[in-house]
């Protein structure tokens, strides 16, 4: 994963939904292979980092607002990354919208159903 890249998708997706970095927590997969460039993205933004197991993500299945088959036949939901918000926000969180969108990355953001943003 390109960290530089990362980071510019998440200031891209904080500011789009007009979200204040003090109230965002990044959340990421707890992917090994990924673990060093999300801890850089978190370290660049300021932000706190939580790594979600990926089995975490079926149980918000239901309420991702992309459906990528590939994704969907891959991983079991229509976007990792709103899953991962989602999972991330806890119980009777929502997303503020669709993915951002990269060749190679996304990037989503939940509302905890208590005010805090996750990206």
């Known amino acids: 994963m390109d960290a530089d890249a990362a980071v510019a998708l998440v200031r891209q997706a904080l500011a789009r939904w007009r979200v204040d970095f003090g109230d965002a927590t990044l959340i990421a997969p707890a992917r090994e292979e990924d673990r060093a460039a999300f801890e850089k993205v978190a370290t660049t933004l300021g932000l706190a980092l939580v ?5 975490a993500l079926q149980a918000r299945k239901d309420d991702v607002l992309t459906q990528s088959p590939r994704v969907l036949a891959m991983f079991g ?16 969180s929502r997303l503020l919208g669709p993915r951002l969108a990269t060749e190679r990355l996304t990037c989503a953001i939940a509302r905890a159903a208590e005010q805090g943003e996750t990206a």
């Open 77 to 92: 939901v229509g976007s990792v990354a709103e899953a991962l918000a989602l999972a991330g926000a806890g119980a009777g």
């Open 51 to 55: 790594f979600v197991a990926m089995d």
